[in-house]
Structure formats: C-alpha cells, structure tokens
C-alpha cells in the first residue's frame, strides 16, 4: 500500500503540469544598460574602483593566483584548496562583466594576463583544476560528492563566456571549449563513461551559457545529463563513488530526481545553482516538466523558508535549508551567496514566464540581502545576513557586529566582483520590440531601435519619468509592484488606465523622440507581520517602505535595548535622514514604548514598566557601515 502511495504521488507530480509559454532569454548586454540610480549605480562604481581590485589583491596574497603556475610542491605553504580555482574564476568572470559597463583599458590588459596565467594551466587533455593537477592528481573525478572540480569548472566556464562577451577574445573561450569537450568525454550514458553529477550544482548553468555562445549542442547535452541524473538510483555518490551516506544526499539535492523534489532542501547555494540550471535546460528543450519542477521548489523557497530581506538558508550547520517556518533571527545564516543565487533564479523564471512575481522577489533580494553583504566601501563583506544582532560573536568566532575582509572559504567577496556588474541586467529585459522596466532603476537602455531614459530616485521615491530619447516601434512594459496599492500613469501628459498583464502596465506604439510616460508607484511606510507559523517573530512585524526593509541600528538608537523596544500597531512614521550614509537615504522614525524594569531581579511577579522613546530606523542593507554596533529586523508590536 505504501508503494501504490508513493507511486501515485510521483505520477501526480509528474502529471500536474502548468502550460508555459517559455521565452528565451540570452542576457541583456550590461553596455545596453547605463545606471544613473542612488543605489545600484554608486554600488556599481565602488566594485569598478574597489571591490575587484581588493579581490585580486587578496587572492595574489593567499597564493591562489600563484597556484595556476603548478609550481606547488608538497610540505610547501598555500596549498590549492579544491575551490581556489573558483573565487579566482569569480573574480575575471567581474573583470569581463565590469569592462561592459565600465570600459578600462588597464583592467582588460590585467585581466587578458590572468586569462594567460589561466590557460596556462590547462592539461594536454584540456583538464584544468589546480587542486588535482598538483595536489592530488590520483584523485581526478573520485569524490564528485565532496569535492569542487565540477563546480570550479562551472565558474571557470563562465567567466570564460563573460570574458569572451566583452572582449571578443576566444582565448579564453576555446580553452574551456576544450574543457568542456574533455568533460562530456568523461560523463553521460554510454558504456565506459561516468554517470555521476557534481556534489556543489553550478556547471549544469555554465555549460548552457557556453552552448548559447559556442553553439555546441553537446554542451546542452550534459547540462540535462546532469540534471536528469541526479538522484537516480543506485545513487552515485553512496553506491558508486561511496563519497557520501544516504543521509548526507539531501544536502546535495540528490535524494531524489529533481522532477519530483517538492521542497527546497540542503545546501542552499547548491540548491539555488542547481535551479538556475534547471531553468535554463528547461527553457532551451522546451521541458515544461522540467520548469514546473523550478516554479514548484521556487514557491516553497519564497513562500516557506525565505526571510522578509530575501535571504535563504536558515542555518549555518551545512550552510542548509531546514523546515517551512524555521526562519530564527539572531541565528540566521542567510549566505550572501545563496542572496545572489536567488537572484539569478528569480530573474531566470522572470525572463521565461514574463509574471512579475518573480520580478517581485529579485527586487527584495537585491535592495535587502542582496546588498547587505557587502559594506558602502565595497571592502567588507558579511557571510551570514543576521535579523538580529546583539552580542558580539558568531560560531564560527568571527563578530556578528562588522563584516569582515575576507575569508578562507572567499566565496561571498568574489561573487560581488561579478554581481556588481550585473545589477543593471536584473532590472531591465531589453529585445528590439519590449522594453521589460522589471526594477526601475534610473538608467539609459539603448538598443538598435530605441533609446530610453529612465530619471527618478527610486527606491527612495516612488516617482519615474520615461523619456523616449530615440524613438522606434516596440513595446514598454513597467511593472506594478506588488506592495504598491496604488498607482497612476501618464503617457504625454495624459492619464492612461491601461490593462495590467501577469502584473505589468504594458504599452505598444511607434514612440517618437520626446515622447515622455510618468509614473508614480505610492510608497508608504508600512508594518509587516510575518506568518504566525514563524516562532522567532511572533508578536512581531517589520518596517517596509517600497521594496526596502528597514532595521532599527544601535547607532541611530543609543542607550535603546533594540529587543525591548515595542512599536504601536498604527505607526505614526516620518521620513528623515540620518548622518554617516549616503545622503538620499530615507530613514523612518515614529514613536514607540520602551519595557524596561525597575530593578535588576531576573525574574519578578509585577509587570514591566514602560516609557515612551523615539526610535530610528534604516535601510536593512545599509546597516554596519558607521562602526560595530546591534541591530534588529522584527520588533514587537503592542496589541492596543
């Protein structure tokens, strides 16, 4: 009876299919793109200035530039670790990215140098891992479950394509062609090859990326392959390559095929790479079985087990996924790897389905966790994204209060060299005949048919001007945000009413140069209560305004106990500024009750006292930027 179950749930899983018209999507160029916002574009410039070039300071000086030149011997300092191959990969993938936005000679010539150093390593048979070429080469492909070489192969490839799009170089290109070329060699069905798939997801998107450019269908091949083959039994890694126990599967989201896992589990930097890939198969198979599958895990991540700021991962044991509702604050985890793989995820089902809910939950990832993680200077970066901090030390012994300059395990810093470049392409979808604003950020968008300037204060303000700089016929759609209960619209001075369309105010005309469309998307101040299912913020809500979640900082409330603060259920909030960030930052202040006792007994049997207090609150992602201090997310919420 349990089998005739159990399979009646595969089949209705595999028959409740949703029809989806999918659309390909092969990136939008960041030259099409100018940001001139208050928030992407100054993030953006600091990257150019700093973050990049601190990056490859930083991976000069812990010897993983050196290492590509395969003179390490063994009992010698700076041994390659297994995913040294990927922050350096990381960190050219930004290089190529930035030279698209920001055009330097000096940094193309740097970075066609370490293209150099890089290619430099590859194998006669067009392998390429530092790790397995001079530490353990006898070990080539044994431990896919534990180990990176897929998953540094992945990065490698892509900054591969990235360096090839902005440069026209295939130097690059054609050596991780022949990578890949070795690889599919090595996996896939037939008889003498391996049917095994990586432990840590990311080559599965790479290889479509490489096969959008290259135009090798045997790249599209393996990126199935290895989405079809996970979690097939008899298990490869328990099996065959006995690298893990069956316990340990979930974490590599290979307990069961991807078509029939119903929730986001494990790893969640793995788990968000790995649906990426399943997107991007999905999209160029037509699979609508395959994206079913993406849209499915893609609802419980965002509707069960994503915290308000758009972080995921709720725990730093394996870095994992736990249980619908387990969201706790104060040891949250919340990678911002895992923000940025979000991210990516969201924009992908955006670009295949064209329904703004995806739109929706990549503009909460990028205005909150998804900038959280690195500081205004782009020089410090935080792992964890806490909710909630009021001590000063994280398990791992380093401080919750200030982020850090690097890492051993440097994957966070690195992924910002090449997130940063891309902010522009998250907010807008750019063809010849649609101009898709998903995120309005202030920018010029170019194409071959039209030109477009975007002009506001967005986040800060709900007010947008599109100005039609060179006129053709095509579309322009701007979505309507979820939190924004009211809108108005004119095209000319005349007000529209328009049909929204899968949440999108949409326009098609031949658009004359002048030709100017305002916006206004009301932006208020408003408490967010959480689902009553997550303990850790019961009795709680949070300040948002706009796509901005607000956090109170110790710096803004001194003397505050931040816990004990407890807000009206009606608000009255004020918008102002604060010292010490960027000056078009809106800060929300209001009136609140401070408990407090009157003596020092831990426990007592009268009630608490209380006082009034005015309180301050900043954007979540700007926090940490004016010295060490505490800082909280949810706030209690009097009842009366």
């Given at each position: 009876?349990?089998?005739?179950?159990?399979?009646?749930?595969?089949?209705?899983?595999?028959?409740?299919?949703?029809?989806?018209?999918?659309?390909?999507?092969?990136?939008?160029?960041?030259?099409?793109?100018?940001?001139?916002?208050?928030?992407?574009?100054?993030?953006?410039?600091?990257?150019?200035?700093?973050?990049?070039?601190?990056?490859?300071?930083?991976?000069?000086?812990?010897?993983?530039?050196?290492?590509?030149?395969?003179?390490?011997?063994?009992?010698?300092?700076?041994?390659?670790?297994?995913?040294?191959?990927?922050?350096?990969?990381?960190?050219?993938?930004?290089?190529?990215?930035?030279?698209?936005?920001?055009?330097?000679?000096?940094?193309?010539?740097?970075?066609?140098?370490?293209?150099?150093?890089?290619?430099?390593?590859?194998?006669?048979?067009?392998?390429?891992?530092?790790?397995?070429?001079?530490?353990?080469?006898?070990?080539?492909w044994r431990n896919l479950g534990n180990q990176h070489e897929l998953y540094c192969a992945g990065h490698l490839i892509e900054a591969?394509?990235?360096?090839?799009?902005?440069?026209?170089?295939?130097?690059?290109?054609?050596?991780?062609?022949?990578?890949?070329?070795?690889?599919?060699?090595?996996?896939?069905?037939?008889?003498?090859?391996?049917?095994?798939?990586?432990?840590?997801?990311?080559?599965?998107?790479?290889?479509?990326?490489?096969?959008?450019?290259?135009?090798?269908?045997?790249?599209?091949?393996?990126?199935?392959?290895?989405?079809?083959?996970?979690?097939?039994?008899?298990?490869?890694?328990?099996?065959?390559?006995?690298?893990?126990?069956?316990?340990?599967?979930?974490?590599?989201?290979?307990?069961?095929?991807?078509?029939?896992?119903?929730?986001?589990?494990?790893?969640?930097?793995?788990?968000?790479?790995?649906?990426?890939?399943?997107?991007?198969?999905?999209?160029?198979?037509?699979?609508?079985?395959?994206?079913?599958?993406?849209?499915?895990?893609?609802?419980?991540?965002?509707?069960?087990?994503?915290?308000?700021?758009?972080?995921?991962?709720?725990?730093?044991?394996?870095?994992?996924?736990?249980?619908?509702?387990?969201?706790?604050?104060?040891?949250?985890?919340?990678?911002?790897?895992?923000?940025?793989?979000?991210?990516?995820?969201?924009?992908?089902?955006?670009d295949a389905t064209g329904e703004s809910k995806y739109a929706d939950v990549l503009e909460r990832v990028l205005y909150n966790n998804?900038?959280?993680?690195?500081?205004?200077?782009?020089?410090?970066?935080?792992?964890?994204?806490?909710?909630?901090?009021?001590?000063?030390?994280?398990?791992?012994?380093?401080?919750?209060?200030?982020?850090?300059?690097?890492?051993?395990?440097?994957?966070?810093?690195?992924?910002?060299?090449?997130?940063?470049?891309?902010?522009?392409?998250?907010?807008?979808?750019?063809?010849?005949?649609?101009?898709?604003?998903?995120?309005?950020?202030?920018?010029?968008?170019?194409?071959?048919?039209?030109?477009?300037?975007?002009?506001?204060?967005?986040?800060?303000?709900?007010?947008?001007?599109?100005?039609?700089?060179?006129?053709?016929?095509?579309?322009?759609?701007?979505?309507?945000?979820?939190?924004?209960?009211?809108?108005?619209?004119?095209?000319?001075?005349?007000?529209?009413?328009?049909?929204?369309?899968?949440?999108?105010?949409?326009?098609?005309?031949?658009?004359?140069?002048?030709?100017?469309?305002?916006?206004?998307?009301?932006?208020?101040?408003?408490?967010?209560?959480?689902?009553?299912?997550?303990?850790?913020?019961?009795?709680?809500?949070?300040?948002?305004?706009?796509?901005?979640?607000?956090?109170?900082?110790?710096?803004?409330?001194?003397?505050?106990?931040?816990?004990?603060?407890?807000?009206?259920?009606?608000?009255?909030?004020?918008?102002?500024?604060?010292?010490?960030?960027?000056?078009?930052?809106?800060?929300?202040?209001?009136?609140?009750?401070?408990?407090?006792?009157?003596?020092?007994?831990?426990?007592?049997?009268?009630?608490?006292?209380?006082?009034?207090?005015?309180?301050?609150?900043?954007?979540?992602?700007?926090?940490?930027?004016?010295?060490?201090?505490?800082?909280?997310?949810?706030?209690?919420?009097?009842?009366?």
């Open positions: 009876m349990a089998d005739d179950v159990k399979q009646q749930t595969v089949d209705a899983l595999l028959s409740s299919k949703k029809d989806f018209t999918m659309k390909k999507n092969d990136g939008v160029p960041q030259k099409k793109i100018k940001l001139l916002d208050p928030v992407f574009a100054p993030r953006q410039e600091t990257g150019y200035r700093v973050t990049i070039p601190g990056c490859i300071r930083r991976c000069e000086e812990t010897g993983r530039l050196k290492a590509f030149k395969l003179q390490w011997k063994k009992g010698e300092p700076e041994q390659p670790h297994v995913f040294w191959d990927s922050d350096v990969a990381k960190v050219l993938e930004g290089m190529a990215e930035m030279l698209m936005v920001h055009p330097d000679p000096a940094m193309e010539k740097e970075l066609d140098e370490l293209v150099d150093l890089i290619v430099g390593a590859q194998q006669e048979d067009g392998y390429l891992n530092v790790h397995f070429t001079v530490v353990e080469p006898e070990k080539r591969a394509v990235a360096h090839f799009e902005a440069t026209g170089s295939r130097k690059f290109l054609d050596a991780m062609c022949r990578y890949a070329d070795y690889i599919a060699s090595v996996f896939g069905p037939a008889p003498g090859q391996k049917r095994g798939y990586p432990g840590h997801e990311e080559i599965e998107l790479a290889l479509v990326r490489l096969y959008r450019v290259a135009g090798e269908r045997r790249y599209l091949e393996l990126a199935k392959f290895f989405i079809d083959e996970r979690g097939a039994e008899p298990s490869y890694f328990v099996d065959v390559e006995k690298s893990l126990n069956r316990a340990q599967l979930p974490n590599r989201q290979a307990h069961k095929p991807v078509r029939l896992q119903e929730k986001a589990v494990g790893h969640a930097v793995r788990a968000v790479y790995l649906y990426c890939g399943m997107v991007d198969v999905a999209v160029e198979t037509q699979d609508s079985g395959l994206l079913n599958a993406a849209v499915r895990l893609f609802d419980n991540v965002t509707q069960r087990q994503m915290y308000i700021t758009g972080g995921i991962g709720a725990t730093s044991h394996n870095e994992e996924f736990t249980h619908d509702f387990g969201l706790p604050n104060d040891t949250a985890y919340a990678e911002s790897c895992a923000a940025i793989g979000l991210a990516l995820f969201a924009k992908r089902l955006l998804g900038l959280s993680g690195i500081s205004l200077s782009g020089d410090e970066f935080f792992y964890a994204n806490l909710l909630e901090v009021n001590d000063t030390t994280y398990e791992h012994g380093v401080t919750r209060k200030k982020r850090q300059k690097w890492f051993d395990c440097s994957c966070c810093p690195t992924n910002y060299c090449r997130f940063l470049p891309q902010l522009g392409t998250f907010c807008y979808s750019v063809s010849p005949e649609l101009l898709r604003i998903d995120i309005p950020a202030a920018a010029v968008v170019s194409t071959e048919n039209y030109e477009v300037r975007i002009d506001g204060k967005y986040p800060h303000d709900g007010s947008l001007a599109l100005t039609v700089l060179r006129g053709g016929t095509f579309a322009i759609a701007l979505r309507i945000p979820a939190w924004c209960g009211e809108y108005s619209i004119e095209v000319n001075g005349n007000a529209v009413n328009g049909g929204i369309e899968s949440g999108y105010w949409k326009m098609a005309r031949k658009w004359q140069s002048g030709d100017r469309i305002t916006a206004v998307l009301a932006m208020k101040p408003e408490l967010v209560y959480p689902h009553p299912s997550i303990a850790a913020d019961a009795g709680k809500a949070a300040i948002r305004r706009g796509p901005v979640v607000y956090c109170l900082e110790s710096v803004d409330n001194p003397g505050v106990p931040l816990q004990s603060v407890i807000l009206p259920s009606v608000p009255d909030f004020r918008l102002g500024k604060v010292d010490g960030l960027p000056e078009e930052t809106v800060a929300i202040r209001c009136d609140a009750k401070l408990e407090f006792s009157g003596d020092d007994a831990l426990y007592r049997n009268t009630p608490p006292q209380y006082r009034n207090v005015e309180v301050c609150a900043i954007p979540y992602a700007l926090w940490q930027n004016r010295g060490e201090s505490s800082m909280q997310v949810f706030l209690r919420v009097s009842e009366r």
